[in-house]
């Protein structure tokens, strides 16, 4: 499949997320009056969460040993001295490369007007000849363009030969625009030896069976778009014994929320499913988040090994 090809892969409909969600409420019997809220039944005991297969395991491991996910690159500083985050730039992950401690690497993806995926949280952080873009550019324009005022922007291609060059890295994805499964498509159809180099982060319960089909064994539900009847305890719960996660993600501004820390109380009564939250660097917030039962975070600093330990 050609890169314009993919580019028209036909998006979800809402309908289709409704129809969905609704037979996940209905099989799961969720409570009358719990919408809206992020806690399950007081009293009714967690059901396990299927067996997952060995690398799914193996990976929930490492990420419980290593705690950390290095955000959009990681920090990097500019010419002037400054620290600039959130870039997906060349330098800052040339910059992850040689100092980073973690071997878990997160980054933003859309596509190119043309059909390229390329590394990027949104086009306004690019200017093209000192103006910030404001739609998707071509690729060759995209590759013109300059990140944060000064960095160079990165390709899905230079992405996938960094990762080639560098077998001890994954990558964690997050891809903007409603293009992730693909952008995916990309990746598996042109480098399939890296499907088990990605941690694919999925954004509904219904891209799932979409990401796994591709052949990638890693997948990770974050729950910055659900809508709270997606992320009820009960309906992840019941998601979860026929769908193997690597892990939930959810935002680390929800623990300020006693119904948001309920619920991540009840899920962790679940063994084998770490919970992660994005985004943290101030050290006191990270120790903050492990005691409430997080088991890791995303943090835009590339030593986290001497930021404060979950044990």
Not at 12 to 25: A, E, K, M, P
Not at 38 to 50: K, N
Not at 221 to 243: G, N, P
């Amino acid at each position: 499949m050609g890169k314009m090809g993919i580019l028209k892969t036909v998006k979800r409909s809402f309908c289709v997320r409704s129809l969905v969600l609704t037979v996940s409420l209905a099989a799961v019997s969720v409570q009358t009056g719990c919408r809206g809220t992020y806690a399950g039944s007081e009293d009714t005991a967690p059901e396990s969460v299927a067996e997952s297969d060995p690398l799914v395991e193996e990976m929930r491991d490492l990420i419980r040993s290593k705690q950390f996910i290095i955000h959009a690159g990681g920090e990097i500083t500019n010419s002037s001295g400054k620290v600039k985050t959130v870039t997906d730039s060349r330098e800052a992950i040339e910059n992850y490369l040689e100092n980073g401690e973690s071997p878990f690497l997160e980054i933003d993806l859309s596509m190119t007007s043309d059909g390229a995926p390329v590394c990027i949280h949104s086009w306004k952080r690019c200017r093209l000849n000192g103006v910030a873009l404001e739609e998707a550019p071509t690729l060759e324009e995209f590759q013109k363009s300059k990140v944060s005022v000064e960095f160079t922007p990165m390709t899905g291609d230079d992405l996938a030969g960094i990762m080639q060059d560098h077998p001890d890295i994954y990558v964690v994805t997050d891809v903007k625009d409603g293009y992730n499964e693909t952008c995916m498509t990309y990746f598996a159809e042109t480098y399939p030896d890296l499907r088990n180099r990605f941690i694919v982060q999925i954004y509904h319960a219904d891209e799932y069976d979409g990401i796994a089909s591709l052949g990638y064994p890693y997948i990770l539900f974050t729950l910055y778009e659900t809508e709270s009847e997606e992320h009820h305890v009960s309906v992840l719960r019941e998601f979860m014994k026929d769908h193997p996660l690597v892990a939930i993600t959810f935002r680390a501004k929800d623990l300020k929320s006693k119904p948001w820390r309920r619920w991540l109380k009840k899920l962790n009564q679940d063994p084998g499913i770490p919970m992660l939250v994005h985004t943290l660097d101030d050290e006191d917030k990270i120790e903050e988040a492990f005691a409430y039962g997080v088991t890791g975070i995303y943090t835009n600093k590339l030593s986290p090994g001497g930021l404060p330990d979950a044990s």
